[in-house]
């Protein structure tokens, strides 16, 4: 009698997870998720919280793209970036307007006023010499600007906007 029960129960446990295996071979594969890699918030004059964007990697790409090349003072030689210039991503974010600060992994926090964002000036950047940044070199997403281009951009409160390991806008209007 034991022996059959042992029989039963094995042909049952083999039956089931043929089953299992079956039914999820036939589920239909679920749509690739790209994960969130910045936060857009929208804040009213009280700092109450009005709207909130979340973009992917593959939104930011869909923007129109930017490219230079420059030296920094961060690193040694010719770099090229590419990415969007900050006035094109607030035109997709239709910020025409307010307070805009951008903050990063580590907390560290800057202002860049509506004023200084102008193609050839700050760029979201999301590739660096033709490849992705990982967090451990200053991505995935780095705010750049063409530094060669103009002697504005070689200041110290210019250096200090380009945050790096960008994760989060905060328009304020
Ligand atoms: N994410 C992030 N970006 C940052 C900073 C920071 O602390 N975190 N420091 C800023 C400041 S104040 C300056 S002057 C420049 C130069 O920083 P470094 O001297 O550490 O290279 O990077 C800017 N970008
Ligand atoms: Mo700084």
């Not at 102008?118 to 700050?122: A, D, T």
């Given at each position: 009698m034991l022996r059959f029960v042992l029989l039963w129960l094995m042909a049952v446990t083999v039956s089931f997870s043929g089953i299992t295996a079956a039914t999820v071979e036939t589920e239909p594969k679920p749509a690739p998720t790209q994960p969130p890699v910045l936060n857009v918030v929208f804040l009213d004059q009280n700092e109450a919280q009005t709207a909130d964007r979340v973009l992917t990697m593959a939104d930011i790409q869909a923007l129109p793209a930017a490219e230079f090349t420059t030296t920094t003072i961060w690193t040694e030689g010719e770099q090229q970036f590419r990415g969007v210039w900050l006035s094109d991503l607030m035109t997709y974010l239709e910020v025409s307007d307010g307070t805009i600060f951008f903050s990063a992994l580590n907390e560290y926090m800057i202002e860049i006023t509506l004023a200084e964002m102008?193609?050839?000036?700050?760029m979201l950047a999301y590739e660096w010499n033709g490849i992705p940044m990982s967090p451990r070199d200053k991505g995935p997403l780095w705010i750049v600007f063409?530094?060669?281009?103009?002697?504005?951009?070689?200041?110290e409160s210019v250096y200090a906007q380009s945050i790096w390991q960008l994760d989060r806008i905060e328009v304020s209007r």
């Open positions: 102008v193609p050839g000036g700050p063409p530094y060669d281009s103009d002697q504005k951009f070689q200041s």
